[in-house]
């Protein structure tokens, strides 16, 4: 076998081909004829020294040698393909594409939007609300707003936010019908199970327990998503014990109250993440000056409450 590459546009073919398992269809993709696919599969065959595929009536399936040749030559492609992409990108300075959770997405970014695209009305702006873990090297995004402990945010570019705190919040109804820590006992109470990962564990136990009360919940409304429970708590469902993130403009707005003024602080934070050296590029330092500089307009919220961290308080 002649250990010299064969041409690109040949192996471009097979790998079209072995993925769809059909000329015709990686013909279409490429947009070449199928006879011009036959061809270059054709010419891979003969540098190979054997068949790739087995032709049958309506289909073909791969050789032995086809078989082994496939994954090598996809990964392959696929490198390539990222690499391109990758530096497309870092030529790009009017596109930035961002992703966070569903949660921080509609209870904190989406309504401030329109401030940054104010300011920086070049740049064209793209979300994607998920919590899914992006591979930020070979995926279509620059910037990653996780909550947690950053453990695997090695290799990246990690700018902490500061830490969260989470205090029981209301609607304004309800607040006159629960006016004391010990009257939450009686209260609907709602979880948010979005932080159940939190080590200490950072939930109504403990906040009671912050407040001098020796109290575990044993029922309750359950919500998967910190929005949601949010949300139920706006609605009048219940009492929230609830992120800053998630609250600061209910609270700042009037749909949220928050009477007690016992906060507990996780360890957990948000970070912001793109790749070691993207944070020079000036959309994505726009955006990460623009993202601390709101958090900072709401800092003195927190000045209302005696905020106490979780490890003074968590269970030994």
Same mark, same amino acid.
């Not at 906040?207 to 409304?221: C, D, E, L, M, N």
């Given at each position: 076998m002649i250990d010299r590459? !064969? @041409? #690109? *546009?040949?192996?471009?073919?097979? &790998? /079209? /081909?072995?993925?769809?398992?059909? $000329?015709a269809k990686a013909a279409e993709e490429l947009n070449v004829t199928p006879a011009a696919l036959s061809f270059q599969i054709k010419s891979l065959e003969e540098h190979v020294g054997q068949p790739l595929f087995r032709r049958l009536n309506r289909a073909v399936e791969l050789t032995e040698i086809g078989r082994a040749l496939s994954p090598g030559i996809s +990964?392959?492609?696929?490198? #390539? *393909? +990222?690499?391109?992409?990758?530096?497309r990108r870092m030529q790009d300075n009017t596109t930035l594409t961002v992703t966070a959770g @569903?949660?921080?997405?509609a209870k904190w970014l989406a @309504?401030? #939007?329109y401030d940054f695209a104010r300011k920086h009305p070049t740049i064209d702006l793209r979300f994607s609300a998920t919590l899914r873990v992006m591979d930020l090297a070979r995926e279509d995004v620059d910037v990653a707003i996780r909550f947690g402990y950053g453990l695997d945010d090695e290799g990246l570019y990690s700018f902490p936010v500061r830490k969260e705190w989470l205090t029981p919040v209301m609607s304004p109804e309800l607040s006159e019908r629960y006016t004391t820590p010990e009257s939450l006992i009686e209260a609907p109470l709602i979880f948010d199970d979005s932080i159940a990962f939190l080590r200490p564990p950072v939930d109504w136990p403990v906040?009671?327990? /912050?407040?001098?009360?020796?109290? *575990? @919940? *044993?029922?309750? %409304?359950h919500f998967s998503n910190a929005d949601h429970a949010v949300d139920a708590a706006v609605a009048g469902a219940g009492v929230a014990l609830a992120r800053r993130a998630m609250i600061i403009k209910d609270l700042e707005e009037g749909r949220l109250v928050a009477p007690f003024k016992t906060a507990i602080e996780s360890q957990g934070r948000f970070r912001f993440l793109c790749l070691k050296g993207a944070e020079t590029r000036p959309q994505i330092a726009a955006f990460r000056d623009w993202f601390m500089a709101e958090i900072d307009k709401t800092a003195h919220i927190s +000045? /209302? $409450? %005696?905020?106490? !961290?979780? &490890? &003074?308080i968590a269970p030994q």
């Open positions: 590459l !064969p @041409p #690109l *546009t040949a192996l471009r073919a097979f &790998e /079209a /081909a072995a993925r769809h398992m059909s $000329f +990964d392959g492609f696929q490198i #390539l *393909t +990222d690499t391109w992409r990758s530096v @569903p949660a921080l997405t @309504p401030r #939007l906040w009671f327990r /912050a407040v001098g009360i020796s109290f *575990t @919940p *044993t029922h309750g %409304t +000045d /209302a $409450f %005696t905020i106490i !961290p979780i &490890e &003074e």
